[in-house]
């Protein structure tokens, strides 16, 4: 109950001052930020021991985080990715078991709509501040990407992955079962209860279509929560590159931005509408 009560509380905007210094990023407890290169900044998930899987408090860090880099001058690009043998296993079992409570609690449905929708509404935004970002965010994809793994990478300006690699828009399991995680072993004895109608609320419904551009492919995937793997992935342009390793994904980018024009005055007109530059 206290998590929800806080969940709930107004999603007021943080304000973060300009940082030329990593000092002023080590605040992120789930967060591993670096800087591999000049003007390269590089975030990474790290919760390797939960398969960096979702909870409140990386939601959260993620996105101050990339409001803080938004606004760094010391900062043209970043790199996403995940510590670990997964880039991330979606959302935190124990945060959706909380949400889950309050769907299937006894109640007024509308009520219970007004309860979950200013909880739902900062996940989102939280997403969203990676996409707000005026620095191009590369995502480092390795092994599985599930779930609420789909909705930062899709928020992402580019997508590289690893051969072994896969994506899976995993929600719809959770619709129709008892929800468990066969394909994560250190997770298959966690199920939750039955929620009914439960979709990927929190972007990937909205951005997967822009990124893959095939809407029957996007209902096939949301509809049947199949993995798709590294190859279909390149060849529906989910993702713009395979390469052999974690190693290799992650550094692809670090060595391509300085010399450069700042990417984030490119990034402005490729991503504003015509006559908003």
Known sequence: MMLMQKLAQPALRQTVR??????DYAQYKTLNVTQPSEYVVHVEMNRPEKLNALNKEMWKDLG????????DPACRAV????????FCAGI?????AALGGLAMGDGDAARKAFQMHPIIKRFQDWITDLERCRKPVVAAIHGGCVGGGVDLVTAAD???CSQ???????EVDIGLSDFCLPVLPDLSDLCLPVLPGLAADVGTLQRLPKAIGSRSLVNELCLTARRLGSQEALQCGLVSRVLSDRHSVVSRFENHVEGHCPPAAVRRWLTSPPGDQ
Do not use: T, Y
């Not at 300009?18 to 000092?23: G, K, V, Y």
């Not at 935190?92 to 959706?96: E, F, I, V």
């Open 18 to 23: 300009m940082s030329s210094s990593l000092a």
């Open 64 to 71: 101050v985080c990339f409001q803080q880099l938004h606004e």
């Open 79 to 86: 790199v996403l990715s995940g510590a670990g043998r997964l």
């Open 92 to 96: 935190d079992l124990a945060d959706l």
């Open 158 to 160: 580019i997508r590289l």
């Open 164 to 170: 072994d690699a896969f994506f899976q828009v995993k």
